[in-house]
T-cell receptor, first 110, second 116 residues
Framework: LAKTTQPISMDSYEGQEVNITCSHN???????ITWYQQFPSQGPRFIIQ???TKVTNEVASLFIPADRKSSTLSLPRVSLSDTAVYYC???????????FGDGTTLTVKP | KAGVTQTPRYLIKTRGQQVTLSCSPI?????VSWYQQTPGQGLQFLFE???????NKGNFPGRFSGRQFSNSRSEMNVSTLELGDSALYLC???????????????FGQGTRLTVV
């Protein structure tokens, strides 16, 4: 089962770009890399999902190299409201069995 | 469209009691997964149901059980509650794409269970 590794915490300032990297060495062929954002006492919120190369939506970009053993979530110009825990999760036929891991606590400072 | 709805939002139970939590997925989503979140253990997968059948199961004792109805609504039951069962219980719904792959999962707000 895919195990993910992320930095425990990161600090940034408003307006900066933040890159959070996730390692998933045992990712399965059918798994998509999915990133979530969670605020205290709320359910995780879907941010972005990708399989390979680069995916971009209105809130973030996701970079996945050819070997798919890692991925990087890029948040452009963060604001104070982006302070949250960010999780990466391989999603496929074994949805959920690859646990969320500890996530990365991002703190954005003014 | 309506999101994932979990009821109740908050619950206080006594040790030894049992509890049933409910989750209504997004319309059209047939996969429902349940997670337990505690400060010490993080987000842990309990089980996943698809088309009324349990498709995946995490490493939780048999006191934790679930079921899914024909309308995709799911319930989770915990019997003989212990203090350590106090947690935020989250459910997530997702579509199942061709090949049985889950698309992105959408989470509910969770049920905060406190066992005293």
């Amino acid at each position: 089962l895919a195990k993910t590794t992320q930095p425990i915490s990161m600090d940034s300032y408003e307006g900066q770009e933040v890159n959070i990297t996730c390692s998933h060495n045992n990712i399965a062929t059918n798994d998509y890399i999915t990133w979530y954002q969670q605020f205290p006492s709320q359910g995780p919120r879907f941010i972005i999902q990708g399989y390979k190369t680069k995916v971009t939506n209105e809130v973030a970009s996701l970079f996945i190299p050819a070997d798919r053993k890692s991925s990087t979530l890029s948040l452009p110009r963060v604001s104070l409201s982006d302070t949250a825990v960010y999780y990466c999760l391989p999603l496929g036929t074994n949805a959920g069995k690859s646990t969320f891991g500890d996530g990365t606590t991002l703190t954005v400072k003014p | 469209k309506a999101g994932v709805t979990q009821t109740p939002r908050y619950l206080i139970k006594t040790r030894g009691q049992q509890v049933t939590l409910s989750c209504s997925p997004i319309s059209g989503h047939r996969s429902v997964s349940w997670y337990q979140q505690t400060p010490g253990q993080g987000l842990q997968f309990l089980f996943e149901y698809f088309s009324e059948t349990q498709r995946n199961k995490g490493n939780f004792p048999g006191r934790f059980s679930g079921r899914q109805f024909s309308n995709s609504r799911s319930e989770m039951n915990v019997s003989t509650l212990e203090l350590g069962d106090s947690a935020l219980y989250l459910c997530a719904s997702s579509l199942i794409a061709r090949g049985g792959l889950n698309t992105e999962a959408f989470f509910g707000q969770g049920t905060r269970l406190t066992v005293v």
